[in-house]
Structures are given as C-alpha cells and as structure tokens.
Nanobody
Framework: QVELVESGGGLVQPGASLRLSCAAS????????WGWYRQAPGNQRELVAK???????SYTESAKGRFTISRDDAKSTLYLQMNALKPEDTAVYYC???????????????WGKGTLVTVSS
C-alpha cells in the first residue's frame, strides 16, 4: 500500500502564500493520477489540482493563476504552491494518489489525512 502524509497548512491572512507538501511512501508502482483536493465544512470534497500524467496537469477554475502543482520524483513528494490566498480557500487539503502495481492491474486510490489551511484576517 501507499502512505501519504501532508504538511504545510496553517493560519494565514488573505493575500498570503503557503506551500503544501505530500510525501509518499510504500509500494507506489505506476501513477495514474496524483493531486490535491480540499473540503470545507458543509461542502463536498473538490479537486484543486492534479497530475494526470507526467506532463499533464488539471486545475479547478478558482485555483488557476494562483496555485501551482509540482512534484519531486527523487523525494517522492508532491507540492502545491498557493499564492494570493482568499478566505474561500479555507479547507482541509487532502493529497490523493491513484496507482497500479502492474500495467493491466487494478487502479487503487489512497488518501492522506489532510492538512488544514485557514485564511482569515
């Protein structure tokens, strides 16, 4: 299995920046998708940004131009650079990875426990 550990959340003021990290360990295998989701109280979990392949990324509209997803393969770590944060960005941010251990094997989802981001003045 794969373990994901998020870090980097905290309390910041509007307009500030944060950099989230997601460290992966275990039997990662081949990655079908690797990204960030968030969930605010009373809301459904939503996609923020993800890699769908080594060269393909996807962002939610509210994150475009402000957030940047990146990865460090040597450290097996995924990042989310968040700039110009807004109160509506307040949520628990979760790291998600979809992997398969063989080319034609089953794809399996793994989730981290989340890191809280609070944007408030």
């Amino acid at each position: 299995q794969v373990e994901l550990v998020e870090s980097g959340g905290g309390l910041v003021q509007p307009g500030a920046s944060l950099r989230l990290s997601c460290a992966a360990s275990g039997s990662i295998g081949m990655i079908d998708a690797w990204g960030w989701y968030r969930q605010a109280p009373g809301n459904q979990r939503e996609l923020v940004a993800k890699f769908t392949s080594a060269a393909s990324t996807s962002y939610t509209e509210s994150a475009k131009g402000r957030f940047t997803i990146s990865r460090d393969d040597a450290k097996s770590t995924l990042y989310l650079q968040m700039n110009a944060l807004k109160p509506e960005d307040t949520a628990v941010y979760y790291c998600n990875i979809v992997v398969r251990r063989r080319l034609f094997g089953s794809a399996i989802d793994y989730w981290g426990k989340g890191t809280l981001v609070t944007v408030s003045s």
